[in-house]
């Protein structure tokens, strides 16, 4: 059973850092893109930033390019998300992701529950 748990996310001021971690398990992730999502109260889910399996592409969502940055471990079938300089708009329910191939794509084949962030003004 594949699993995806988040952690790290909570309440901080703007300005603030936050580093959310994502550990996989349930299956072996070689060859898996990973990444983030998030969803803000009444909009839909949105891509954040993503990480493939050799850490050769990465990419991010232009409102977080610059202020986060994804990494990931593979010997933790782990993924993290540090966010710095957090404002209010990067409130949401942040949720882990991942998907076959070096692309996270719109649709990933798994998801975590989710952690909340929720950032201050």
């Known amino acids: 059973q594949v699993q995806l748990v988040e952690s790290g996310g909570g309440l901080v001021q703007a300005g603030s850092s936050l580093r959310l971690s994502c550990a996989a398990s349930g299956r072996t992730f070689s060859n898996y893109a990973m990444g983030w999502f998030r969803q803000a109260p009444g909009k839909e889910r949105a891509f954040v930033a993503a990480?493939?399996?050799?850490?050769?592409?990465?990419s991010y969502a232009d409102s977080v390019n610059g202020r986060f940055t994804v990494s990931r471990d593979n010997t933790k079938n782990t993924v993290y998300l540090q966010m710095n300089s957090l404002k209010p708009e990067d409130t949401a329910v942040y949720y882990c992701?991942?998907?076959?191939?070096?692309?996270?794509?719109?649709?990933?084949?798994?998801w975590g529950q989710g952690t909340q962030v929720t950032v201050s003004s």
């Open positions: 992701a991942a998907a076959p191939g070096s692309l996270l794509g719109p649709r990933p084949d798994y």
């Open positions: 990480i493939s399996w050799s850490r050769v592409r990465i």
